[in-house]
């Protein structure tokens, strides 16, 4: 998938009311952490790729926005549309963001919006209803020090941050009545990345960023054991690290692409990433968790073999993690008179949010294009 970019940190202060009033003593210890993890996911690694932080073509790292766009023009504008759907448990959200990318070498600007809205039933006895709506604005730069009088050929930096204008509203009720109104306020949120790719066809690169978070949230509410009211505030605090590559192995093999085996070896691409994530939510033990991730590429058919190979390309994406998450998707890549366009769909199936059903399922499209400028 390319370029995600969505928010749920707001969920956390619901770990307010389930300390306070949730009868499911195990799943209060989960929820929270699970609830800030999960904004982690959705901000772009919970897709069908395996890893980001080496991928030209996700923008998860902002210093691949000097990369990606600089693949196709000099100079031009990159819109694109993302839509997720996710299902965990009796739970499940909707995603809806777009993103536009302004390119003019050496330098790339990206804007990126979205609106969620989920609802479902925290598991227990009894089950409350949990309604949720998010909303997020971040801004992004890259610049390629290569095309610069620095000439530090193949070197890339970036840096996004989101507008104070990001938040989220959540409910939780039970028979109609509200126990918990909550609302969440993004304080800090920036991440600097770095890219390096060199050799032919660039096929071989490394990758980093670093995303230090912080919200704000204020919770207010009844306690539904004792039916007394309650107001309180805190803040949760995140740091989300990621290194990896990216390696073409066929690239500098001087394989030929004039026949249809040299074609798909060229167009394979393997991807590693490491990550550490420090998790502190307010009245929660913190947590801290290391994850592998491991993705591939590949081309589904060669040109030769592809009736629609004038107007069409198709890639086929995978990745799985040391958690045991893994997902597939298409890469599908317009040729020709439709060479401005493509789409990536992909489900995938992630072990976050053991306590509102063990496993999320994910759902997930975007649509992008670019025009020369």
């Known amino acids: 998938m390319k370029r995600r ?43 069908a790729r395996g890893a980001y932080a080496a991928d030209p073509y996700t923008g998860v790292n902002p210093a691949s926005l000097a990369v990606g766009s600089f693949t196709y023009v000099r100079r031009g504008a990159f819109p694109t549309g993302v839509y997720y759907r996710l299902n965990a448990g009796r739970f499940g959200a909707d995603f809806e963001g777009g993103q536009l990318t302004l390119a003019s070498a050496p330098y790339a ?13 925290l598991p227990g006895v009894p089950p409350f ?43 939780v009720s039970f028979g109609g009545f509200n126990i918990v109104t909550a609302a969440d306020h993004r304080e800090i ?96 033990p913190s947590r801290r968790e290391q994850t592998g991730y491991f993705g591939a590429d590949a081309r589904l058919l060669p040109d030769a073999w592809n009736p629609l190979a004038d107007y069409l390309r198709v890639d086929v994406i995978s990745g799985i993690d040391t958690d045991t998450g893994w997902g597939l998707g298409l890469g599908l890549y317009g040729n020709g008179p439709l060479g401005f366009l493509g789409c990536n769909p992909g489900y995938s199936s992630r072990p976050r949010l ?20």
């Open 5 to 47: 970019y969505l928010a749920l940190g707001g969920l956390t202060s619901v770990l307010v009311f389930v300390c306070t009033a949730y009868p499911n003593a195990a799943a209060a210890q989960a929820l929270g952490p699970d609830l800030a993890g999960l904004y982690l996911c959705l901000y772009g690694h919970c897709e």
């Open 109 to 121: 600007f990206q804007v990126s919006t979205v609106y969620a809205e989920g609802s479902g039933l």
């Open 129 to 171: 209803d949990v309604h949720l709506r998010t909303r997020a604005v971040w801004l992004a730069g890259a610049i390629d020090l290569g095309q610069t009088s620095l000439e530090l050929r193949g070197l890339s930096l970036g840096v996004r941050g989101a507008l104070p204008v990001t938040d989220t509203d959540l409910r």
């Open 189 to 284: 949120d920036a991440t600097l990345g770095v890219n390096w790719r060199t050799g032919l066809h660039d096929w071989f690169m490394v990758g980093a960023f670093v995303n230090p978070q912080r919200s704000h949230a204020f919770t207010a509410g009844t306690n539904a054991l004792t039916m007394q009211p309650f107001r309180q505030s805190g803040t949760t605090n995140l740091w989300f690290t990621r290194a990896g590559i990216r390696v073409a192995p066929f690239v500098p093999l001087g394989v030929s692409a004039d026949h249809p085996p040299g074609e798909l070896l060229l167009g394979i691409r393997f991807f590693a990433d490491a990550e550490h994530r420090n998790i502190a939510v307010h009245d929660s």
């Open 354 to 373: 053991e306590s509102l059903g063990d496993r999320m399922d994910i759902w997930a499209i975007s649509c992008g294009m670019g025009v020369p400028l």
